[in-house]
């Protein structure tokens, strides 16, 4: 069970969640001093540099876990169609640098795509299994790369995991449903406000849950009662046999770090039960 933040890098938090004079080049650090896993969100932004992929690789200790949100390029600008690509520079960017401390990748669809049997399938089957594939995928990477901008080579042999986040209530379809399973790719289980559909299904042999805010999205803290739950839900699915990555995205007001100390908390104590 894995719990975390949804990137790092928010001057509201300097002074508060991080010590006052720390470094920003040391908060990644710091995080990783208390939590065992971050979602990376710049990869969702833009391409990054595999000299930064290779500094947040060691600048965290063994055991660490990345989890990576794919570009928008991919999930917003494409919407999933036509996307080799994309999806060939975003692996080729430094991904595989992560090595053994890379987690799932995260793929965010915006809130009007809406189910389409045709783009689904094809999309996961562009997806790939083991950091082999991924390589292999990479070096199909067009111009938009130069030389010094491409790491396309695996750094260790694993398994690679996907899970996507939708949020259009057309989703709730058996048939999406079935496309996940059949590729092992987790339903990502949201909590946004009743802004988007709750979809607690279970789809692949882990669970990846984002918890953006319970009463107000990206700004409400998570009560006491709220993180009780959570923590059995997590405790559930482990015993059921399955990963749990659990990352905060409640980020306005700074409550999403100590949500995740506390969630932590919570599930340490029932290890030690």
Aim: hydrophobic share 40%.
């Amino acid at each position: 069970m894995r719990t975390g933040i949804s990137g790092w890098q928010y001057d509201a938090w300097r002074g508060d969640f991080y010590p006052a004079g720390l470094a920003r080049s040391r908060q990644l650090e710091y995080v990783a001093s208390r939590m065992p896993t971050v979602e990376l969100n710049g990869p969702f932004y833009s391409l990054q540099r595999p000299a930064s992929y290779r500094r947040w690789h060691d600048q965290t200790p063994d055991g660490f876990v990345f989890a990576v949100k794919g570009g928008r390029y991919v999930t917003h600008f494409k919407r999933l169609v036509g996307a080799e690509s994309a999806l060939s520079n975003f692996f080729a960017s430094g991904v595989l640098l992560l090595a053994e401390k890379l987690g799932p990748i995260l793929w965010q669809l915006p809130e009007r795509s809406k189910f389409d049997p045709g783009v689904i399938e094809a999309f996961l089957d562009l997806l790939p299994t083991s950091t082999e594939e991924m390589a292999r995928l990479a070096a199909h990477h067009d111009a938009k790369l130069d030389t010094a901008r491409v790491h396309a080579q695996p750094e260790v042999s694993a398994p690679v995991r996907h899970a996507l986040e939708v949020r259009h209530d057309s989703f709730l379809d058996e048939r999406f449903f079935t496309l996940l399973e059949q590729h092992d790719v987790a339903c990502v289980l949201a909590d946004s406000a009743g802004r988007w559909p709750v979809i607690d299904r279970r789809t692949a042999t882990f669970e990846y849950v984002r918890l953006h805010g319970h009463t107000s999205l990206y700004t409400s803290r998570y009560a006491a009662k709220s993180l009780d739950q959570w923590a059995d839900r997590c405790r559930s699915w482990s015993e059921d046999g399955r990963d749990v990555y659990v990352y905060f995205d409640n980020d306005a007001h700074g409550h999403a770090p100590y949500d995740a100390l506390r969630l932590i908390e919570r599930l340490e104590k029932q290890l030690h039960a």
